[in-house]
């Protein structure tokens, strides 16, 4: 009896819930033009769709439920379910900002224009219309306050800086949330995937995420079905790129004539091994006389080690919504050859978003996210270095079909063309699954539970074989394979809380979570020799005869996190929110393990106010919006077990004989190599922010700035010890603070939508100022870099040396100078900076900045019938470049291939020259750190420009399909700089242009973008 009245409640149940659901429809149309609008997002409780190409919409929904309609560029709409409201058409007008945008934000979301703190939202497909591999790469310039540099290497490696750096030795990187999955490497996932990016670049938007969050954070969610039809689009793109920059080298005759000047200058002989002897170098027949198999070259190496490269992808996107569910399918190929022959980057991504609402109070999904990443590495990654120093001289191949190398002479670096054929089948490989399972149940109205649990797991692996050569008189005469592979599986258990309350004008969000991430990873390495074949076919480890080395080891790492948070609003005019966070982290020892971490925001929309809209100026200013927060983040980012002294076994470095038996043989030991601190700690970001919101003639003028000051404090970095202690890493300690404090800007104006000529502009604007406040807590004031140094007062990493003077050009001016070492007619003349008449360490100063005094990003669209185009600079102004290439390439002091600059060195009969006299002994040391090497790193460029067409409706209609768009794309135009080195960008942060650069690119894309 008791189950026949259960089964009847449930029937009765379901009979309610269906009696109060209706189906409603309508057409949305745009207000000002009357013209349906196409892909509208209709939301009517938990269920949502988009309207048709008509306008037409039809959804699901119950009583009093709030049906919402939102499209960018125009306000959102909402309406409530009744009785009475079969027919639900809406009109919307334009909101050329779209403020009322949803973003997620810490576990939550918001409209964008409650947004309190320093949160940037990305405009995606702008982004997109650079056709990167990398997300990031194409966000560079765009975004106030955020810096990315990147390399030219396939797959774009990016380093990514928000509001300056907070840590020395610590992690700088953000901390990246997938679809609420935090990671710090979104390397694989495909960019045609990401549907929306926040960042939050406020401690008070970042605080909830507390222990990684000092940084800033960068939150995506990717994307997921919204029509009830199926939806296809299919995206291609092909394109050419060549080097950007470059150096003129010394040919073969060139290098002769440096070389005798050099000679002269020197009082040495005019003679060579290569050059011969006489009063002007000859280029012999052979440079390996008597064996004669090397005829002489004339190579320019960078032409033929960096070629023109081809760059490739498809992508291939499903979507389907219903009531009870929505689905997406993404399926993504992308291959970039790299300029460096035989490097490539390949990536396989496969997408599977899904969610299925199992009743009207559970939902449940999961994100998913496959990747198959391949790709072939330079060895050792120098082969610019190898490049730019090989004499020209030395040919590609010598007559036996070998690759070139040195003889006599004539250096001793590798052929770096035969270097990256030899390795051309060494390859990266790896998976990557990176995705969460999620549950959502309404518990009571307004109080909802989400569980996700998460996986990061990467498999990677690397094989290379080494087979024998012979490059001039360099031979190998045995071959060896190395492989290696590594695994890593990191989980994350997030569990929230969320209660949202509307009544009157009180609108409150409470939410509270704790979270559970565990990290562990294993490698194993391994290497053979002595293969009696080199075909593919037998390069497996068990092909060779001699086991040369094998090592592996472990980590581990886990976190857990307790947090809250209030989000308060009043009649839309006072908005106010609180957070606190507590974390542990295992990377600390008992003593500090654990950090808190609160925040508090608030905002006032003085556009809200009636003393506002009483005043004539309402009519123009159509928002306006006072924001400020103040927050503190953490920093765990240094290795694990640091706080621990740690032992390792090698038979190579521990001898030892510990049981002290005194026996024959080698005894195994234990060697530290690590000396740990149990007292280190977190490091600390404090930050404050004031910010403005501004919206002018009904928003389609957008102004947004910010000001902060942020600090960091307890600096992480690694002690300097005394040779007493032994051997083993220096114990971790925290050691002083920084300080950044700066401002940003974006201006935006899109003129209204019902002008033929449609065009937007974004303008950002970021200044930031960056010094160390204390570097000494340990004893030391001075933490020395490779260029410059950390000091109070300073920006970090300033360039510090001497202060180069011009070129001794006359005896008397020789004369006339301080006592400086070397000196004389030619040479570099340092300033005598303290005045005491010596040229001495205590003449060194600050030479300038790796950090610009501001930076510029101008994005500018246009759209006139069927044709679209897009063009975006950007530029950087004030920062200092210190050019290490100049300073190998610019001196004679090395054995290798020189500048061609070097044709016009000072010589008696050259005195107005401002290059050094040639001369192989360096008396006056001008490898020191000076002036002498720092150049301007200020520059304008376009650095992307599309140019699209749209195919007309009424011939898509006739092809069957919803959209047709063919488009060019260039990036790095042109740029205008007085930088004359090899590139204006280093990669990272310290401005340091090194020989290990992967070069950047210029390139010309074609590409369509079709849906069915």
């Given at each position: 009896?008791?189950?026949?009245?259960?089964?009847?409640?449930l029937?009765?149940?379901?009979?309610?819930?269906?009696?109060?659901?209706?189906?409603?429809?309508?057409?949305?149309?745009?207000?000002?033009?009357?013209?349906?609008?196409?892909?509208?997002?209709?939301?009517?409780?938990?269920?949502?769709?988009?309207?048709?190409?008509?306008?037409?919409?039809?959804?699901?929904?119950?009583?009093?439920d709030?049906?919402?309609?939102?499209?960018?560029?125009?306000?959102?709409?909402?309406?409530?379910?009744?009785?009475?409201?079969?027919?639900?058409?809406?009109?919307?007008?334009?909101?050329?900002?779209?403020?009322?945008?949803?973003?997620?934000?810490?576990?939550?979301?918001?409209?964008?224009?409650?947004?309190?703190?320093?949160?940037?939202?990305?405009?995606?497909?702008?982004?997109?219309?650079?056709?990167?591999?990398?997300?990031?790469?194409?966000?560079?310039?765009?975004?106030?306050?955020?810096?990315?540099?990147?390399?030219?290497?396939?797959?774009?490696?990016?380093?990514?800086?928000?509001?300056?750096?907070?840590?020395?030795?610590?992690?700088?990187q953000?901390?990246?949330?997938?679809?609420?999955?935090?990671?710090?490497?979104?390397?694989?996932?495909?960019?045609?995937?990401?549907e929306?990016?926040?960042?939050?670049?406020d401690?008070?938007?970042?605080?909830?995420?507390?222990?990684?969050?000092?940084?800033?954070?960068?939150?995506?969610?990717?994307?997921?079905?919204?029509?009830?039809?199926?939806?296809?689009?299919?995206?291609?793109?092909?394109?050419?790129?060549?080097?950007?920059?470059?150096?003129?080298?010394?040919?073969?005759?060139?290098?002769?004539?440096?070389?005798?000047?050099?000679?002269?200058?020197?009082?040495?002989?005019?003679?060579?091994?290569?050059?011969?002897?006489?009063?002007a170098?000859?280029?012999?027949?052979?440079?390996?006389?008597?064996a004669?198999?090397?005829?002489?070259?004339?190579?320019?190496?960078?032409?033929?080690?960096?070629?023109?490269?081809?760059?490739?992808?498809?992508?291939?996107?499903?979507?389907?919504?219903?009531?009870?569910?929505?689905?997406?399918?993404?399926?993504?190929?992308?291959?970039?050859?790299?300029?460096?022959?035989?490097?490539?980057?390949?990536?396989?991504?496969?997408?599977?978003?899904?969610?299925?609402?199992?009743?009207n109070?559970?939902?449940?999904?999961?994100?998913?996210?496959?990747?198959?990443?391949?790709?072939?590495?330079?060895?050792?990654?120098?082969?610019?270095?190898?490049?730019?120093?090989?004499?020209?001289?030395?040919?590609?191949?010598?007559?036996?079909?070998?690759?070139?190398?040195?003889?006599?002479?004539?250096?001793?670096?590798?052929?770096?063309?035969?270097?990256?054929?030899?390795?051309?089948?060494?390859?990266?490989?790896?998976w990557?699954?990176?995705?969460?399972?999620f549950?959502?149940?309404?518990?009571?109205?307004?109080?909802?539970?989400?569980?996700?649990?998460?996986?990061?797991?990467?498999?990677?692996?690397?094989?290379?074989?080494?087979?024998?050569?012979?490059?001039?008189?360099?031979?190998?005469?045995?071959?060896?394979?190395?492989q290696?592979?590594?695994?890593?599986?990191n989980?994350?258990?997030?569990?929230?809380?969320?209660?949202?309350?509307?009544?009157?004008?009180?609108?409150?969000?409470?939410?509270?979570?704790?979270?559970?991430?565990?990290?562990?990873?294993?490698?194993f390495?391994?290497?053979?020799?002595?293969?009696?074949?080199?075909?593919?076919?037998?390069?497996?480890?068990?092909?060779?005869?001699?086991?040369?080395?094998?090592?592996?080891?472990?980590?581990?790492?886990?976190?857990i996190?307790?947090?809250?948070?209030?989000?308060?609003?009043?009649?839309?005019?006072?908005?106010?929110?609180?957070?606190?966070?507590?974390?542990?982290?295992?990377?600390?020892?008992?003593l500090?393990?654990?950090?808190?971490?609160?925040?508090?925001?608030?905002?006032?929309?003085?556009?809200?106010?009636?003393?506002?809209?009483?005043?004539?100026?309402?009519?123009?200013?159509?928002?306006?919006?006072?924001?400020?927060?103040?927050g503190?983040n953490?920093?765990?980012?240094?290795?694990?077990?640091?706080?621990?002294?740690?032992?390792?076994?090698?038979?190579?470095?521990?001898?030892?004989?510990?049981?002290?038996?005194?026996?024959?043989?080698?005894?195994?030991?234990?060697?530290?190599?690590?000396?740990?601190?149990?007292?280190?700690?977190?490091?600390?970001?404090?930050?404050?922010?004031?910010?403005?919101?501004?919206?002018?003639?009904?928003?389609?003028?957008?102004?947004?700035?910010?000001?902060?000051?942020?600090?960091?404090?307890?600096?992480?970095?690694?002690?300097?010890?005394?040779?007493?202690?032994?051997?083993?890493?220096?114990?971790?300690?925290?050691?002083?603070?920084?300080?950044?404090?700066?401002?940003?800007?974006?201006?935006?104006?899109?003129?209204?939508?019902?002008?033929?000529?449609?065009?937007?502009?974004?303008?950002?604007?970021?200044?930031?100022?960056?010094?160390?406040?204390?570097v000494?807590?340990d004893?030391?004031?001075?933490?020395?870099?490779?260029?410059?140094?950390?000091?109070?007062?300073?920006?970090?990493?300033?360039?510090?040396?001497?202060?180069?003077?011009?070129?001794?050009?006359?005896?008397?001016?020789?004369?006339?100078?301080?006592?400086q070492?070397?000196?004389?007619?030619?040479?570099?003349?340092?300033?005598?900076?303290?005045?005491?008449?010596?040229?001495?360490?205590?003449?060194?100063?600050?030479?300038?900045?790796?950090?610009?005094?501001?930076?510029?990003?101008?994005?500018?669209?246009?759209?006139?019938?069927?044709f679209?185009?897009t063009?975006?600079?950007?530029?950087?102004?004030?920062?200092?470049?210190?050019?290490?290439?100049?300073?190998?390439?610019?001196?004679?002091?090395?054995?290798?291939?020189?500048?061609?600059?070097?044709?016009?060195?000072?010589?008696?009969?050259?005195?107005?020259?401002?290059?050094?006299?040639?001369?192989?002994?360096?008396?006056?040391?001008?490898?020191?750190?000076?002036?002498?090497?720092?150049s301007?790193?200020?520059?304008?460029?376009?650095?992307?420009?599309?140019?699209?067409?749209n195919?007309?409706?009424?011939?898509?209609?006739?092809?069957?399909?919803?959209?047709?768009?063919?488009?060019?794309?260039?990036?790095?135009?042109?740029t205008?700089?007085?930088?004359?080195?090899?590139?204006?960008?280093?990669?990272?942060?310290?401005?340091?242009?090194?020989?290990?650069?992967?070069?950047?690119?210029?390139?010309?894309?074609?590409?369509?973008?079709?849906?069915?």
């Amino acid at each position: 009896m008791g189950k026949i009245i259960c089964l009847f409640t449930l029937l009765l149940l379901v009979q309610v819930t269906f009696a109060q659901q209706r189906q409603v429809a309508g057409t949305v149309t745009n207000k000002t033009t009357g013209i349906p609008l196409e892909g509208v997002t209709v939301q009517a409780g938990k269920g949502v769709t988009v309207t048709d190409g008509s306008g037409k919409f039809s959804v699901t929904a119950n009583k009093g439920d709030r049906v919402i309609f939102t499209f960018t560029g125009m306000k959102s709409f909402t309406l409530t379910v009744n009785d009475n409201s079969p027919d639900m058409s809406v009109k919307l007008e334009d909101d050329p900002q779209n403020l009322n945008e949803i973003v997620v934000v810490g576990y939550t979301t918001e409209k964008k224009k409650d947004l309190k703190g320093a949160v940037a939202v990305v405009k995606v497909g702008e982004a997109l219309k650079e056709t990167n591999s990398n997300l990031l790469a194409s966000l560079q310039g765009r975004i106030a306050g955020v810096n990315i540099t990147t390399d030219g290497a396939p797959g774009s490696g990016t380093v990514v800086n928000i509001r300056g750096i907070s840590s020395i030795l610590g992690d700088i990187q953000p901390l990246y949330i997938v679809d609420g999955v935090p990671t710090k490497d979104i390397n694989g996932i495909s960019p045609n995937d990401i549907e929306s990016l926040q960042v939050m670049k406020d401690a008070a938007s970042a605080a909830i995420y507390g222990a990684r969050g000092a940084n800033g954070v960068i939150v995506i969610a990717t994307k997921r079905g919204k029509s009830k039809q199926v939806q296809v689009t299919f995206d291609a793109f092909y394109g050419t790129k060549k080097l950007r920059g470059g150096l003129d080298m010394l040919n073969a005759q060139e290098y002769g004539q440096v070389l005798w000047q050099q000679k002269k200058n020197d009082n040495q002989p005019l003679v060579d091994e290569v050059y011969g002897s006489g009063p002007a170098p000859v280029v012999p027949a052979f440079i390996d006389a008597p064996a004669n198999t090397l005829p002489a070259g004339n190579v320019d190496y960078l032409k033929e080690v960096y070629q023109p490269a081809a760059n490739m992808a498809y992508n291939l996107g499903i979507t389907k919504a219903a009531d009870k569910s929505n689905f997406y399918f993404g399926l993504n190929y992308n291959r970039e050859e790299g300029l460096a022959k035989y490097t490539l980057y390949d990536r396989l991504t496969l997408r599977l978003n899904s969610s299925f609402k199992v009743s009207n109070r559970i939902t449940f999904g999961e994100n998913l996210s496959i990747g198959y990443l391949t790709g072939n590495r330079e060895p050792e990654g120098r082969t610019l270095e190898s490049a730019i120093f090989q004499y020209a001289i030395i040919p590609l191949k010598d007559n036996l079909g070998n690759w070139g190398g040195p003889v006599k002479n004539l250096g001793d670096r590798l052929s770096p063309i035969g270097q990256l054929y030899l390795n051309r089948d060494n390859k990266n490989r790896g998976w990557r699954t990176f995705g969460n399972v999620f549950a959502d149940i309404e518990i009571i109205k307004g109080l909802t539970y989400r569980g996700s649990f998460a996986v990061d797991q990467i498999n990677s692996g690397f094989k290379g074989f080494y087979p024998k050569y012979t490059m001039g008189r360099f031979t190998q005469a045995t071959n060896s394979l190395s492989q290696n592979t590594s695994s890593t599986l990191n989980l994350t258990a997030t569990h929230t809380l969320n209660y949202a309350w509307q009544k009157a004008k009180h609108d409150v969000q409470l939410l509270a979570g704790y979270e559970w991430i565990h990290n562990q990873s294993e490698s194993f390495f391994v290497t053979r020799r002595d293969f009696a074949l080199e075909i593919p076919a037998y390069q497996y480890l068990n092909g060779g005869t001699a086991l040369a080395d094998a090592n592996g080891g472990a980590d581990e790492y886990g976190l857990i996190g307790s947090f809250g948070k209030l989000n308060y609003s009043y009649d839309n005019k006072y908005l106010i929110a609180a957070s606190v966070r507590r974390d542990g982290s295992s990377r600390f020892g008992p003593l500090n393990r654990y950090g808190v971490f609160p925040a508090v925001s608030a905002a006032w929309r003085i556009s809200e106010e009636k003393f506002f809209k009483d005043h004539p100026v309402s009519d123009k200013i159509s928002d306006l919006k006072l924001r400020a927060s103040w927050g503190k983040n953490g920093n765990d980012g240094i290795p694990n077990y640091t706080y621990s002294t740690n032992f390792i076994s090698a038979v190579d470095y521990s001898y030892y004989d510990l049981p002290g038996s005194n026996g024959p043989g080698q005894q195994v030991g234990y060697y530290s190599n690590q000396i740990g601190n149990p007292l280190v700690k977190w490091e600390a970001s404090k930050q404050t922010n004031i910010g403005l919101d501004l919206g002018i003639f009904s928003n389609r003028l957008y102004l947004t700035a910010d000001y902060y000051i942020k600090t960091t404090d307890d600096l992480l970095y690694p002690a300097l010890t005394p040779g007493v202690l032994g051997e083993g890493r220096p114990p971790f300690i925290n050691v002083g603070d920084i300080k950044n404090s700066g401002i940003e800007l974006l201006l935006s104006y899109r003129n209204k939508s019902n002008q033929k000529l449609k065009y937007n502009f974004d303008l950002t604007f970021t200044s930031i100022k960056n010094r160390a406040v204390s570097v000494g807590t340990d004893g030391n004031d001075i933490r020395e870099t490779a260029r410059g140094r950390i000091i109070k007062g300073q920006p970090l990493f300033v360039f510090y040396g001497y202060e180069a003077d011009g070129i001794f050009k006359t005896q008397k001016e020789v004369d006339d100078h301080a006592t400086q070492a070397g000196k004389g007619l030619g040479r570099i003349r340092y300033r005598d900076i303290n005045g005491d008449k010596q040229i001495t360490p205590d003449d060194r100063t600050y030479l300038g900045s790796p950090f610009p005094k501001f930076t510029l990003g101008l994005n500018t669209g246009f759209t006139y019938g069927d044709f679209d185009a897009t063009l975006f600079f950007d530029a950087t102004v004030g920062n200092k470049i210190y050019d290490e290439i100049k300073s190998n390439t610019h001196n004679v002091f090395f054995n290798s291939n020189h500048h061609r600059d070097l044709l016009n060195a000072w010589s008696p009969a050259n005195t107005n020259s401002d290059i050094p006299m040639l001369t192989s002994t360096n008396t006056n040391d001008e490898l020191r750190t000076s002036s002498y090497y720092i150049s301007s790193g200020t520059f304008f460029r376009m650095k992307s420009a599309v140019i699209g067409y749209n195919l007309s409706k009424n011939l898509l209609n006739k092809v069957h399909l919803s959209k047709l768009r063919v488009f060019v794309q260039a990036q790095n135009l042109f740029t205008i700089t007085s930088f004359e080195g090899f590139d204006y960008e280093p990669f990272g942060f310290e401005g340091r242009l090194t020989q290990t650069l992967y070069p950047h690119s210029r390139s010309v894309t074609f590409g369509v973008n079709v849906g069915f």
